[in-house]
């Protein structure tokens, strides 16, 4: 089905966009279904009308049902959830590429949420700062890291460098896509790497749930890449790309029965060995400045 929208491609500038069939970017906040474009050139995806704009943004991360691991009680992290301690296994392939690469230095988590991947990398030996454009997040990771709660082309931020920086499923929420990763270009030292992951619209699991499929963000996912979109995106913007790894969210849960983790935990290796998992990882290296 082809699109009469006036819709261009934030990656690519192409114009030329195919509506997806048979699914939908569903919001619980206005409940309204948002369809989806795909870009015919480089594979780039978004809902049109977008769900939100940049400005409301902080009304939805905000909200009560999307700040996890936060007691508003104690105001504090709750370290001792039985999902909290299970939620560390997410972000283990990045400490695998941070190995993988022999990354060394200083790092920044753009979308540190509940300090997860910082404590990771803190063991690992990084000297790490976290970035958190929620409040509520933000204030109760301070006793224990170096947090900044703004925007990453926010001044605060200027006079810092990095070895690397990290973003798990942040950049699905950019509405100015190539303008954040200038802003990430500018805060790595020349050679320094980046690390991202992002829901992956192309594998297996998004094909069968389709609207049920939790990477489409229930209203709050303004963009789905490709691999060549990313490419695209990074090349045009100073980076060199080292790899792409495709994985898989973790379907099993730790309130779920032994025998059901065993099943999920299955059928994920599977999907993830023929390179149809739903969660994308890009490795790049900084290689030149861009200009202001």
């Known amino acids: 089905m082809k699109s009469n929208m006036k819709i261009k491609c934030q990656i690519c500038n192409n114009k030329n966009f195919k509506r997806l069939i048979l699914i939908n970017e569903v919001s619980r906040y206005t409940k309204k279904k948002y369809p989806l474009f795909k870009c015919k050139k480089c594979g780039f995806v978004k809902p049109f009308p977008a769900p939100y704009k940049n400005e409301n943004k902080l009304k939805i991360y905000d909200a009560e049902e999307n700040i996890r691991f936060y007691n508003k009680t104690n105001k504090k992290i709750d370290k001792n959830l039985k999902e909290y301690k299970y939620y560390f296994k997410h972000f283990k392939p990045y400490i695998q590429i941070i190995k993988k690469y022999k990354i ?3 790092a920044l988590d753009v979308g540190c949420g509940a300090g997860h991947l ?3 990398m803190s063991k690992e030996g990084l000297r790490v700062h976290g970035l958190e454009i929620t409040e509520k997040l933000a204030k109760a990771l301070q006793n224990d890291f170096k947090i900044y709660c703004c925007e990453i082309g926010d001044k605060k931020l200027s006079k810092n460098k990095y070895d690397l920086i990290t973003s798990n499923h942040v950049l699905e929420h950019i509405e100015d896509i190539d303008n954040f990763i200038k ?3 500018k805060l790595l030292n020349n050679n320094g790497h980046a ?3 992002v829901p992956y619209i192309s594998g ?3 094909n069968i749930l389709r609207s049920k499929w939790y990477g489409l963000g229930y209203g709050q996912h303004l963009n789905f ?3 060549e ?3 695209i995106l990074f090349e045009k913007n100073g980076f060199e790309i080292l790899e792409f790894k495709i994985l898989s969210v973790d379907y099993a849960h730790p309130n779920f029965p032994e025998v059901v983790n065993s099943i999920a935990n299955f059928i994920t ?5 023929m390179g149809l998992g739903d969660n994308l990882f890009i490795v790049v290296r900084k290689i030149k400045d861009m200009k202001k």
Do not use: E, Y
């Open 204 to 206: 297996l699991i998004p």
């Open 269 to 273: 290796d599977i999907i993830v060995s």
């Open 104 to 106: 060394k230095g200083k």
């Open 118 to 120: 910082l404590t990771l």
């Open 183 to 185: 802003n990430l270009n």
């Open 225 to 227: 890449f490709s691999n």
């Open 195 to 197: 690390l991202l992951a």
């Open 229 to 231: 979109s990313l490419r």
